[in-house]
């Protein structure tokens, strides 16, 4: 447990440090610096850092998706040629060639959940945080850029009478003014609010934004899984979190959800639903269908024009003149 507290502590100060500076800017903007909704914006705060920052990740997230889709009719040939050959060479020959595809076509299949690998670090920093606030307030000791009397003003702040370091498992008895009410109803809203919307996230990209193709694909049916298995995960799990850090995650959640939107309405899949929408929005417009991204260049685009042979000169144009 040391290793991985070790581990953390640099992602342990930018989380503390970036809810500090929120917290910080509010109590100058003239809200009480005890109060615990100063302290939820400056979660929430932290949330629209750290998704901005991915934003970048996120647009290669999508190129990557798109790839793994268009990949699907070659790799399902692939998948037929080596079908009952289970040797070694067979199998390393197989391997080699998927790899080759995946290249081919700049993806692989961990690209989907790039953006999360990478979050997951400030998440369980952040879990850290609001897990030991009890403890350092008691110890009088400070967590990462949060001091001693932040981590006791943070410890002893409410919303609605529940701490946002009490969770649905451990409760939070030891804050004065804590409502173990307050904290039960609180943390099984923000939990199903947190499994509602990542549910509802993961619903619209598999009902508007993909092809039919991509639908009948084996990586599609392990998407369909994690659609249910997923919310489950969490779902238990958050009884175990934090109020704080279940603000946190339904916030990201909520961010993911409008970002999806978009994605789906201004860049949708080539072939989906959604893509098939836009062009009956531009065409009611009166607009021309703009390339999608990740979408593949017809025959007569990817073809360059013919060249001249090599020493013959074009001859100009003359215009026709007028006989006398």
């Known amino acids: 447990m040391d290793f991985f507290n070790t581990i953390l502590t640099p992602f342990t100060w930018v989380v503390s440090w970036i809810m500090w500076a929120f917290h910080q800017a509010f109590t100058w903007l003239g809200m009480d610096p005890a109060n615990g909704w100063t302290w939820t914006l400056s ?7 750290i ?4 934003i970048p990740v996120f647009v290669k997230q999508i190129k990557a998706q798109r790839g793994m889709q268009a990949l699907q009719p070659d ?19 197989m391997t080699q060639e998927q790899m080759a595809l995946y290249k081919k076509h700049g993806t692989n299949p961990f ?4 953006p999360m690998l ?10 850290n945080v609001l897990n030991n606030t009890a403890k350092a307030s008691q110890g009088g000791q400070g967590i990462g850029a949060l001091s001693a009397a932040d981590v006791a003003q943070f410890d002893a702040s409410t919303i609605l009478g529940a701490p946002l370091s009490a969770s649905l498992l451990h409760g939070g008895a030891n804050t004065p003014g804590t409502s173990q009410v307050a904290v039960i109803v609180l943390s099984i809203i ?5 499994i509602a919307s990542q549910f509802i996230t993961q619903k619209q990209i598999m009902a508007k934004n993909m092809s039919e193709e991509a639908l009948q694909s084996p990586f599609m049916k392990q998407q369909q899984m994690m659609l249910y298995i997923l919310p489950l995960v969490f779902g238990i799990g958050g009884i175990n979190f934090p109020i704080g850090v279940l ?21 949708p899949t080539p072939g989906s639903p959604a893509a098939r929408q836009l062009a009956e929005r531009r065409a009611k417009k009166g607009l021309p269908m703009v390339p999608l991204l990740g979408e593949r260049k017809s025959e007569e685009e990817v073809l360059p024009a013919p060249a001249a042979p090599k020493g013959q000169r074009q001859q100009p144009q003359r215009k026709n ?3 006398k």
């Open 43 to 49: 979660i929430i705060g932290l949330v629209l850092v």
């Open 51 to 54: 998704r901005a920052a991915l």
């Open 75 to 93: 790799l399902r040939k692939l998948q037929q040629k080596y079908k009952g050959k289970t040797d070694q060479l067979s199998r390393q020959a």
């Open 111 to 114: 690209s989907a959940c790039l």
């Open 118 to 127: 990478i979050q997951m670090p400030f998440f369980f920093a952040l879990f």
């Open 190 to 194: 923000m939990i199903l609010a947190m």
């Open 247 to 267: 603000i946190y995650w339904t916030t990201t959640n909520l961010w993911t959800m409008a970002q999806q939107f978009f994605v789906i309405r201004r860049m």
């Open 321 to 323: 003149r007028k006989r």
